[in-house]
């Protein structure tokens, strides 16, 4: 008894810190498969649309290279499971993903199972990692019980016990339930007004039992107390991981999930999970990364339009929030600056690419895991009012200003240290000085200027003693300059109508 427990206690830390995780210093750009590439020639154009458009995993692995050569070294893809055939209140289709009809199949539309391991394969042998979306909190759209009975198997049983079923009445069928009033409560809208966005789930605030036992909408929500539905989802998990050669998978909606069933779910996985966790609150967002190895940082996401919007102090807010808030391990904190479900950056900001570049640079340079949401290096693509655009119909071109902008980044990344394996890939950067209009912060030997003043507003110049001159900084990036501050104190930047982020290296 006494020798096994010494021998856990000495080897535990030991195993853990022998296998240090492979998507530290990752650099990652996320598509909807669906929108992003296709192998059939001259799609039609697709904006506004709710319907599947044609991108497929053969065409994604045609433009992998495009991927790569931005730098990029892993992409995440979109649920690739089988989607429901019918359509949702909206009359939407499943094209993105997050409506299953059936975990163990792999949507024709994208290519099937074959498809799918084509594409792991050759992401693979670009040394890319290979991450996917996965949804275990719900199914499609139910609307009655003859919705129920498509489903196949357990997740098809007439009488619903697979399903979340608060406030049924006894004796009532799963129709009645249903299609009766007030039906099954919505998770997002019936919990109280003390969720959104800071969730206060102290008693008679925010109930978390809607929250996590409730519907997402007209979304089927699975019931994972239920032993069967449990085992079904940590089997499917296991199988996906093996059978695609996944290394992450980005798990939808957890904050919906109960958290000892999303435990088990990232045991089963047994790899790297960036969990969906949409709040203000960086308490309640760090206690699931006791659950999920990882956690896309809304926190600090939500609020970035209105910081480059605003002062720069926020920033320094934000920041200072998140190193306090108790996470796990900041590094493998999902970073971005938009995705799917809002509006891209660009628009949030006027279509001001200036700020756009800053917004960026912030998030590839700072510590966490950087994602890149597809397109982002094409204006016309960033800046559409659609944000899921079938990015044939504007070309794969990256020798923009975006583009270049996140080549310099990711070249930078690798260069100094901040990429996978590097020298200062688990080093938090510096708050070196922060003004209203200028945040800076060093990382190994980077420093790096970010401003919200804008394109076209007369460019500036600041001072920051906090910096130490040393032997010198050299401007890597952005149209700018840097030079030693008067009496040799510390350092002035200055930059031009473009209002560029500056990088500089010691
Ligand atoms: C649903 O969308 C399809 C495809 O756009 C369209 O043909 C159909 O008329 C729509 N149905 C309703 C009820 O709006
Ligand atoms: C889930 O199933 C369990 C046991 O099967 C049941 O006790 C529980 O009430 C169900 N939860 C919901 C939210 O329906
Ligand atoms: C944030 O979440 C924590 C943990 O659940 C909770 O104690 C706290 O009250 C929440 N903060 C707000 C402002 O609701
Ligand atoms: C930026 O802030 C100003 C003033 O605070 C506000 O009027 C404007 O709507 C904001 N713009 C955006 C894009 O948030």
């Given at each position: 008894?006494?020798?096994?427990?010494t021998?856990?206690?000495?080897?535990?830390?030991?195993?853990?810190?022998?296998t240090?995780?492979?998507?530290?210093?990752?650099?990652?750009?996320f598509?909807?498969?669906?929108?992003f590439?296709?192998?059939?020639?001259?799609l039609?154009?697709?904006?506004?649309?709710?319907?599947?458009?044609?991108?497929?995993?053969?065409?994604?692995i045609?433009?992998?290279?495009?991927?790569?050569d931005?730098?990029f070294?892993?992409?995440?893809v979109?649920?690739?499971?089988?989607?429901?055939?019918?359509?949702d209140?909206?009359?939407?289709?499943?094209?993105h993903?997050?409506?299953?009809?059936?975990?163990?199949?792999?949507?024709?539309?994208?290519?099937?199972?074959?498809g799918?391991?084509?594409?792991?394969?050759?992401?693979h042998?670009?040394?890319?990692?290979?991450?996917?979306?996965?949804?275990?909190?719900h199914?499609?759209?139910v609307?009655?019980?003859?919705?129920?009975?498509?489903f196949?198997?357990?997740?098809g049983?007439?009488g619903?016990?697979?399903?979340?079923?608060?406030?049924?009445?006894?004796?009532?069928?799963?129709?009645?339930?249903?299609?009766?009033?007030?039906?099954?409560?919505?998770?997002?809208?019936?919990a109280?007004?003390?969720?959104?966005?800071?969730?206060?789930?102290?008693?008679?605030?925010?109930?978390?039992?809607?929250v996590?036992?409730?519907?997402?909408?007209?979304?089927?929500?699975?019931?994972?107390?239920n032993?069967?539905v449990?085992?079904?989802?940590?089997?499917?998990?296991?199988?996906?991981?093996?059978?695609?050669?996944?290394?992450?998978?980005?798990?939808?909606?957890?904050?919906?999930?109960?958290?000892d069933?999303?435990?088990?779910f990232?045991?089963a996985?047994?790899?790297?999970?960036?969990?969906?966790?949409?709040?203000?609150?960086?308490?309640?967002?760090?206690?699931?990364q006791?659950?999920?190895s990882?956690?896309?940082?809304?926190?600090?996401?939500?609020?970035?339009?209105?910081?480059?919007?605003g002062?720069?102090?926020?920033?320094q807010a934000?920041?200072s929030?998140?190193?306090?808030?108790?996470?796990?391990?900041?590094?493998?904190?999902?970073?971005?600056?938009?995705?799917?479900?809002?509006?891209?950056?660009?628009?949030?900001v006027?279509?001001?690419?200036?700020?756009?570049?800053?917004?960026?640079?912030?998030?590839?340079?700072?510590e966490?895991?950087?994602i890149?949401?597809y397109?982002?290096?094409?204006?016309?693509?960033?800046?559409n009012e659609?944000?899921?655009?079938?990015?044939w119909?504007?070309?794969?071109?990256?020798?923009?200003?975006?583009?270049?902008?996140?080549?310099a980044?990711?070249?930078?990344?690798?260069?100094?240290?901040?990429?996978?394996?590097?020298?200062?890939a688990e080093?938090?950067?510096?708050?070196?000085?922060?003004?209203?209009?200028?945040?800076?912060?060093?990382?190994?030997e980077?420093?790096?200027?970010?401003?919200?003043?804008?394109?076209?507003?007369?460019?500036?110049?600041?001072?920051?003693?906090?910096?130490?001159?040393?032997?010198?900084?050299?401007?890597?990036?952005?149209?700018?300059?840097?030079?030693?501050?008067?009496?040799?104190?510390?350092?002035?930047?200055s930059?031009?109508?473009?209002?560029?982020?500056?990088?500089?290296?010691?």
């Amino acid at each position: 008894m006494f020798l096994s427990c010494t021998f856990l206690l000495f080897l535990l830390p030991y195993v853990i810190s022998s296998t240090p995780n492979p998507w530290i210093g990752r650099s990652i750009y996320f598509v909807v498969t669906d929108r992003f590439a296709s192998s059939y020639p001259n799609l039609p154009s697709c904006i506004d649309s709710k319907e599947w458009c044609g991108g497929n995993f053969d065409g994604l692995i045609t433009q992998l290279p495009y991927i790569a050569d931005m730098g990029f070294d892993a992409i995440w893809v979109t649920p690739p499971v089988k989607q429901v055939g019918w359509r949702d209140d909206y009359n939407g289709t499943g094209y993105h993903g997050y409506w299953a009809q059936e975990f163990t199949e792999i949507d024709e539309h994208l290519g099937g199972p074959e498809g799918l391991l084509r594409l792991s394969e050759a992401v693979h042998e670009l040394d890319m990692l290979f991450m996917v979306d996965v949804v275990a909190n719900h199914v499609g759209p139910v609307h009655g019980g003859e919705d129920v009975v498509k489903f196949k198997g357990i997740l098809g049983r007439e009488g619903g016990e697979q399903y979340n079923t608060l406030g049924r009445g006894e004796g009532e069928s799963m129709d009645e339930y249903i299609k009766g009033t007030p039906g099954p409560p919505n998770a997002m809208t019936d919990a109280g007004e003390e969720c959104w966005p800071y969730y206060d789930f102290e008693e008679g605030k925010c109930d978390r039992n809607i929250v996590e036992g409730g519907w997402f909408g007209d979304l089927a929500d699975l019931n994972q107390t239920n032993v069967e539905v449990r085992e079904y989802l940590l089997e499917w998990i296991r199988w996906m991981q093996e059978s695609f050669k996944v290394d992450g998978f980005r798990l939808d909606t957890a904050l919906y999930i109960p958290r000892d069933f999303l435990d088990e779910f990232q045991e089963a996985a047994g790899v790297y999970i960036v969990g969906e966790v949409v709040t203000y609150n960086f308490t309640l967002h760090s206690e699931y990364q006791q659950h999920l190895s990882g956690v896309l940082n809304f926190p600090v996401t939500e609020k970035l339009g209105a910081v480059f919007n605003g002062t720069m102090s926020d920033l320094q807010a934000l920041v200072s929030e998140s190193r306090g808030a108790g996470y796990v391990d900041r590094n493998l904190l999902g970073n971005f600056v938009d995705n799917h479900d809002g509006d891209r950056f660009l628009r949030k900001v006027g279509g001001d690419v200036g700020l756009l570049k800053n917004a960026l640079a912030f998030v590839m340079l700072s510590e966490g895991v950087p994602i890149v949401y597809y397109g982002t290096e094409n204006s016309e693509v960033a800046g559409n009012e659609d944000n899921r655009v079938g990015m044939w119909e504007f070309g794969y071109d990256s020798d923009t200003e975006v583009g270049e902008l996140l080549k310099a980044m990711n070249g930078a990344r690798k260069k100094f240290g901040l990429g996978w394996g590097g020298e200062y890939a688990e080093t938090e950067m510096e708050v070196l000085g922060v003004e209203e209009d200028w945040f800076v912060f060093g990382r190994g030997e980077l420093v790096v200027f970010i401003n919200n003043i804008g394109r076209g507003k007369g460019g500036g110049k600041a001072c920051f003693e906090g910096v130490k001159w040393g032997e010198g900084l050299k401007v890597i990036y952005g149209e700018g300059s840097v030079n030693e501050g008067e009496g040799g104190i510390g350092v002035c930047v200055s930059v031009g109508e473009e209002g560029d982020p500056i990088v500089a290296a010691r």
